[in-house]
T-cell receptor
Framework: KAGVTQTPRYLIKTRGQQVTLSCSPISGHRSVSWYQQTPGQGLQFLFE???????NKGNFPGRFSGRQFSNSRSEMNVSTLELGDSALYLC?????????????FGEGSRLTVL | GENVEQHPSTLSVQEGDSAVIKCTYSDSASNYFPWYKQELGKRPQLIIDIRSNVGEKKDQRIAVTLNKTAKHFSLHITETQPEDSAVYFCAATTDNYGQNFVFGPGTRLSVLP
């Protein structure tokens, strides 16, 4: 069974640009969540999607947005990039539709903002 | 909202010794507490979890204890091995219907041969 796949793995952008990251969950998993990982802040929750609906949202500015498609694949978008957005963005999927369960993480997309 | 603190931030132990990492949470409604291990350059992976209706759970060399009254939970690793070297994250959630986890800042464990 293929794991969670994230693309691109690495990218470099400049301030003011926007970026779109993609996540393909494990087949059969309907919940996809996104986390930002930085050395000082650890893992911070961005948002979670289930059946194409945003079910939870973390404390990030509106520049961070996401969506989920009917095949459960998800994308997140960051507009007007700032230097502080440099981080590893992790996507996780889970099979649990009704309650908490194990998160299966992808390898992440490492974003560098110059 | 929920806040999770984790201590220590770094921990070095000799191979074969035990390691203990402690986390505290703020929201008494939190009901699920997983622990994730992230090896260098790799993705986080679940190693053990505990729900609020259980006080302790064990899986071979790893155990987790939960004290709901004090709002803290701990990871215990016995007979540590070099492959236990990694960053460990605790997490908590109050959400029964989603995956909104609050993670601790992580503990870097080094097992010295």
């Amino acid at each position: 069974k293929a794991g969670v796949t994230q693309t691109p793995r690495y990218l470099i952008k400049t301030r003011g640009q926007q970026v779109t990251l993609s996540c393909s969950p494990i087949s059969g998993h309907r919940s996809v969540s996104w986390y930002q990982q930085t050395p000082g802040q650890g893992l911070q929750f961005l948002f979670e999607y289930f059946s194409e609906t945003q079910r939870n949202k973390g404390n990030f500015p509106g520049r961070f947005s996401g969506r989920q498609f009917s095949n459960s694949r998800s994308e997140m978008n960051v507009s007007t990039l700032e230097l502080g957005d440099s981080a590893l963005y992790l996507c996780a999927s889970t099979t649990a539709g009704g309650n908490t369960g194990e998160l299966f993480f992808g390898e992440g997309s490492r974003l560098t903002v110059l | 909202g929920e806040n999770v603190e984790q201590h220590p931030s770094t921990l070095s132990v000799q191979e074969g010794d035990s390691a203990v990492i402690k986390c505290t949470y703020s929201d008494s409604a939190s009901n699920y507490f997983p622990w994730y291990k992230q090896e260098l350059g790799k993705r986080p992976q679940l190693i053990i979890d505990i729900r609020s209706n259980v006080g302790e759970k064990k899986d071979q060399r790893i155990a987790v204890t939960l004290n709901k009254t004090a709002k803290h939970f701990s990871l215990h690793i016995t007979e540590t091995q070099p492959e236990d070297s990694a960053v460990y994250f605790c997490a908590a959630t109050t959400d029964n219907y989603g995956q909104n986890f609050v993670f601790g800042p992580g503990t870097r464990l080094s097992v010295l041969p």
